[in-house]
């Protein structure tokens, strides 16, 4: 029976296993209803079992909870009908055209009024130009389009999208967003699995899984907040040289390179403004910067057994 409650996902304690390594580690979420929350992390950090343990895929090996308001363990066919998830390789059929692919899906979810659907999700899409095509001739950025239009024809109140821009050019990836929170703001809640931290600062929240085990969420202020780093900014010749060097020193415990300087981190205020004075002596400049979600999930995931 669906349950009333305050979130689109609510689960705790979620665990999975293969071949006895642990994929997934006692994993709590919560999401409302029209949240757009990024779901981050390294590849094998169990993303995507997670989402196919939401959408009745896979059952969980221990932990308890609902989606859209059914049980994850015990509901699994209802849930179903309420989601569209949209895989991270493309998976509709190459040598059927865009509209014969949406009349495929339509069918699967028994739409009755299948014409008037497929005329409006197409319309909707923009792919009216397209719809007699085959599909391998489109573009990536309009495959991707065809695969939303495939996760929406049925109506969902939940999406499921894993890495749905990986391989798209930026103005396709910009239009995509767009679209996500024209559905967000229409109620439909939004979990996406995404690689790119300009992605990631268009959430609302987020939640940072590192080898099956969530390491912070939020909101991408009260992660960067949370992780409590501090940032500097060096510039000046022989970069390269100079990250050597700075790996050997006490209190800097991450360097990135950011363009024309490197960003150095740690949490030791003391050591790492003692490694700054040395920099600015030895004629580097140096600048407090603000830390970012690149530099605090690159800290993460290098921590150990993180």
């Given at each position: 029976m669906k349950k009333s409650c305050n979130f689109v996902i609510?689960?705790?304690?979620?665990?999975?296993?293969?071949?006895?390594?642990?994929?997934?580690?006692?994993?709590d979420l919560k999401v409302k209803k029209g949240e757009v929350y990024g779901f981050l992390g390294p590849n094998g950090s169990?993303?995507?079992?997670?989402?196919?343990?939401?959408?009745?895929?896979?059952?969980?090996d221990g932990g308890s909870g609902t989606c859209l308001g059914y049980d994850i363990l015990h509901e699994q066919e209802k849930i179903k009908n309420e989601i569209g998830y949209?895989?991270?390789?493309?998976?509709?059929?190459?040598?059927?055209?865009?509209?014969?692919?949406?009349?495929?899906?339509?069918?699967?979810?028994?739409?009755?009024?299948?014409?008037?659907?497929?005329?409006?999700?197409?319309?909707?899409m923009g792919l009216e130009e397209y719809k007699k095509q085959l599909v391998k001739n489109l573009s990536g950025g309009w495959k991707q389009r065809l695969a939303l239009a495939a996760c929406l024809i049925h109506g969902p109140n939940l999406l499921l999208l894993d890495e749905p821009t990986a391989g798209v050019d930026p103005r396709s990836r910009?239009?995509?967003?767009?679209?996500?929170?024209?559905?967000?703001?229409?109620?439909?809640?939004?979990?996406?699995?995404?690689?790119?931290?300009?992605?990631?600062?268009?959430c609302h929240r987020l939640a940072y899984?590192?080898?099956?085990?969530?390491?912070?969420?939020?909101?991408?202020?009260?992660?960067?907040?949370?992780?409590?780093?501090m940032t500097w900014a060096i510039s000046g010749d022989n970069l390269y040289a100079l990250s050597v060097q700075l790996k050997k020193m006490?209190?800097?415990?991450?360097?990135?390179?950011?363009?024309?300087?490197?960003h150095?981190?740690?949490?030791?205020?003391?050591?790492?403004?003692?490694?700054?004075?040395?920099?600015?002596?030895?004629?580097?400049?140096?600048?407090?910067?603000?830390?970012?979600?690149?530099?605090?999930?690159?800290?993460?995931?290098?921590?150990?057994?993180?």
């Open positions: 609510d689960v705790k304690g979620i665990t999975k296993s293969f071949d006895k390594k642990i994929v997934v580690n006692n994993l169990g993303k995507t079992t997670f989402l196919r343990m939401l959408c009745g895929l896979l059952t969980p949209m895989t991270q390789k493309f998976s509709l059929y190459q040598d059927l055209t865009v509209d014969e692919n949406l009349d495929f899906i339509s069918r699967i979810y028994r739409i009755t009024n299948r014409k008037e659907r497929i005329k409006r999700i197409i319309t909707r910009r239009d995509f967003w767009e679209e996500i929170h024209q559905l967000a703001g229409q109620g439909i809640t939004v979990l996406v699995t995404t690689h790119y931290m300009d992605e990631a600062e268009r899984l590192a080898y099956g085990n969530l390491l912070t969420s939020g909101t991408g202020d009260e992660v960067v907040r949370h992780a409590n780093l006490k209190g800097i415990e991450q360097i990135v390179v950011f363009g024309s300087a490197l150095i981190s740690g949490k030791d205020g003391a050591l790492i403004e003692a490694c700054v004075q040395k920099l600015v002596k030895d004629n580097y400049k140096c600048e407090r910067v603000l830390s970012n979600l690149e530099d605090v999930f690159i800290y993460l995931t290098d921590r150990p057994g993180g």
